[in-house]
């Protein structure tokens, strides 16, 4: 029998949550709120797709694994940002739901609660999965989901830029290959590399490849790695490389730069295939160099399936049916679909995916190199930590401090964040 107590206070839970997503109504949890038993009746289930309206692909394959396990299930989808409070707010009235998708840096947040079963205690098999997708839902050694998919970034290019320049994009691994190479695409007449410089979760999201890719570790903030890689960014800015408007730039907005067809380069996810394809230049993509050669580890994005525990614990059998359900390698390959593109977390729903989308290679691959952000075992401390990140790469960019200064600042006040909680 499962049993635990919420260990963490839901107040701080909810402050950790400036995790931002890549995402309502309201709706009652289930537990004991539902009145059902575990060999049929209603299984609550709520997710991060608000967009995907009842009558939906995604609508339909949530309930029809509630069918294959027997059961009909009450789906409620919120915001992001929404759906963690929420769930922490159920949990501490003890109306849960039976099953919860969270943005994967929110798992350990919920975890650190005590709200969340294991897999180990779900009866999960979660041998097939990649580990470093199953370590972004990892909390002082236990899991806590299973991931339905993830996606990343990469190095979006224009070919047609490129070739005028005479830069051949499979040349650029390593960070002095790709200066080169933007050093080659100004001089020709053209922009270089737009990313997100923004001070959100989507400028840490956007800065961690080239942090780690230096061989920087999130708990020293001010490492000469770290300042190598802010020392890149504020460079490429300096030098003409990159525009001013980075220090503002959303992932959003800066898609909307290189689709002017005027850059050579963007850092951009997986949620642009489609985007890119569309375009009337030639497009390309190529996996985020390390500095010195290799790809970089980029962050993960996408959801976990997890299961709040119940007061009730005879209904995990069902629940685990569920999720069972959703997470077969078919299921992976529409899920990816569906979100154009989650990679699948397993190598064979990745086969699958590449049967079908035989162009996504380079996702397989950047994704079977990422890493999730709270990985390391910094659960809840990651939130903290990338605030004081992307403060620093706010300040060095706007040139008010110097990298290391900039750095230094930043690993003194997430000391300070991480060691008060």
């Known amino acids: 029998m499962i049993t635990k107590k919420l260990r963490a206070p839901i107040v701080v839970a909810v402050a950790a949550l400036a995790v931002g997503a890549l995402a309502g109504c309201t709706g009652s949890g289930g537990g004991d709120a539902a009145a059902t038993d575990s060999a049929g009746g209603t299984y609550t289930w709520w997710d991060p797709y608000p967009q995907h309206e009842e009558g939906s692909d995604w609508a339909n394959r949530v309930q029809a694994c509630g069918t294959e396990a027997g059961v009909t299930i009450e789906r409620t989808a919120y915001d992001t940002t929404s759906l963690t409070n929420q769930a922490l707010l159920s949990a501490q009235e003890g109306t849960s739901p039976d099953v919860i998708l969270l943005d994967n840096p929110a798992v350990s947040t919920l975890a650190d609660t005590g709200m969340l079963t294991t897999t180990d205690e779900l009866g999960l098999d979660t041998s097939g999965l990649d580990a470093n997708l199953l370590a972004a839902g990892e909390l002082d050694g236990s899991d806590y989901g299973v991931p339905i998919g993830a996606n990343t970034l990469a190095l979006y290019y224009n070919a047609d830029i490129l070739t005028a320049a005479g830069v051949d994009p499979a040349s650029i691994t390593s960070w002095s290959a790709l200066s080169d190479a933007l050093a080659k695409v100004t001089a020709a007449g053209h922009k270089g590399i737009t990313f997100a410089g923004i001070n959100t979760e989507e400028g840490s999201f956007q800065f961690l490849p080239w942090f780690w890719g230096s061989g920087a570790d999130l708990t020293q903030l001010d490492s000469p790695e770290a300042v190598k890689a802010l020392t890149l960014w504020t460079d490429w800015v300096k030098q003409g490389y990159a525009p001013q408007s980075v220090i503002g730039n959303s992932q959003n907005t800066s898609w909307e730069e290189f689709i002017t067809g005027d850059f050579a380069f963007a850092e951009n996810g ?152």
């Not at 959801?303 to 992976?332: L, N």
Request: glycine fraction near 6%; include cysteine; proline fraction near 7%.
């Open 270 to 421: 997986t949620w642009q295939v489609d985007s890119a394809a569309k375009q009337s230049f030639a497009t390309g993509v190529i996996e985020l160099p390390a500095i010195d050669s290799g790809v970089a580890p980029a962050p993960t994005g996408g959801e976990f399936i997890t299961a709040p525990v119940q007061k009730d614990t005879s209904r995990y059998e069902t629940t685990k049916k569920i999720v069972d359900c959703m997470t077969t390698p078919e299921g992976f390959v529409e899920t990816a679909n569906t979100f154009a593109y989650y990679i699948p977390p397993t190598s064979d729903g990745q086969s699958k995916l590449l049967e079908e989308h035989p162009e996504l290679t380079t996702w397989v691959s950047a994704v079977k190199a990422a890493k999730g952000r709270t990985s390391d075992n910094l659960g809840t401390d990651y939130p903290l930590i990338s605030e004081q990140l992307w403060t620093a790469v706010q300040s060095a960019l706007s040139g008010a401090s110097t990298p290391q200064d900039a750095l230094t600042a930043a690993q003194q006040a997430a000391s300070a964040a991480t060691n008060g909680k």
